[in-house]
T-cell receptor
Framework: GENVEQHPSTLSVQEGDSAVIKCTYS??????FPWYKQELGKRPQLIID?????GEKKDQRIAVTLNKTAKHFSLHITETQPEDSAVYFC?????????????FGTGTRLTVIP | NAGVMQNPRHLVRRRGQEARLRCSPM?????VYWYRQLPEEGLKFMVY????????ESGMPKERFSAEFPKEGPSILRIQQVVRGDSAAYFC??????????????FGAGTRLSVL
């Protein structure tokens, strides 16, 4: 099955700096890569996703890049703010009939220092 | 449009009891997924269901765990004879379908199960 690895496990940045979280996946058939943000005691919330037919996607301060050859994808947060502090999870899945479950990384705890 | 609704939010059981966790998907969503999250860990896939059908249960332990998504009513994750190792947060997610943009999963707030 799919194996998703995520680094780093913890990340502290000064407010205004950028944060980068990296993930690798093992199954070359995976074609959908969402990122979820989870605040303490709350539900995971989708913040951005990318499909295998594109290499980069951006939404305001958040961007995701995908390198299919190397099987890795990254989350970039620019101009970080204290409210960005949370645990971020990457995930991978194969979107096809009968297979849509997400395989998650182990999470990155991001702390933005005011 | 209400989001994915899970209840109860917190559930305390003694070893050997049964736990029943309920999940109502978002309106218009016919696909439901259950995940388990241990403290300080990521989410692990358990089971994927459509109405009246289990599509993939490869992540669910074969003993004591079962899931259903009946034609009417919420999806139920049932854990029989709970043990301390079952203590975790159980999250449900739903999606409209499988096609492009239809596979996006939206999560409920989770049920935190504590086994004494």
């Amino acid at each position: 099955g799919e194996n998703v690895e995520q680094h780093p496990s913890t990340l502290s940045v000064q407010e205004g700096d950028s944060a980068v979280i990296k993930c690798t996946y093992s199954d070359s058939a995976s074609n959908y890569f969402p990122w979820y943000k989870q605040e303490l005691g709350k539900r995971p919330q989708l913040i951005i996703d990318i499909r295998s037919n594109v290499g980069e996607k951006k939404d305001q301060r958040i961007a995701v890049t995908l390198n299919k050859t190397a099987k890795h994808f990254s989350l970039h947060i620019t101009e970080t703010q204290p409210e960005d502090s949370a645990v971020y999870f990457c995930a991978a899945s194969k979107v096809q009939a009968g297979a849509n479950n997400l395989f998650f990384g182990t999470g990155t705890r991001l702390t933005v220092i005011p | 449009n209400a989001g994915v609704m899970q209840n109860p939010r917190h559930l305390v059981r003694r070893r050997g009891q049964e736990a029943r966790l309920r999940c109502s998907p978002m309106k218009g969503h016919s696909h439901v997924y259950w995940y388990r999250q241990l403290p300080e860990e990521g989410l692990k896939f358990m089971v994927y269901l459509q109405k009246e059908n289990i599509i993939d249960e490869s992540g669910m332990p074969k003993e004591r765990f079962s899931a259903e998504f009946p034609k009417e009513g919420p999806s139920i994750l049932r854990i029989q004879q709970v043990v301390r190792g079952d203590s975790a947060a159980y999250f449900c997610a739903s999606s409209p379908g499988l096609g492009r943009t239809l596979n996006i999963q939206y999560f409920g707030a989770g049920t935190r199960l504590s086994v004494l």
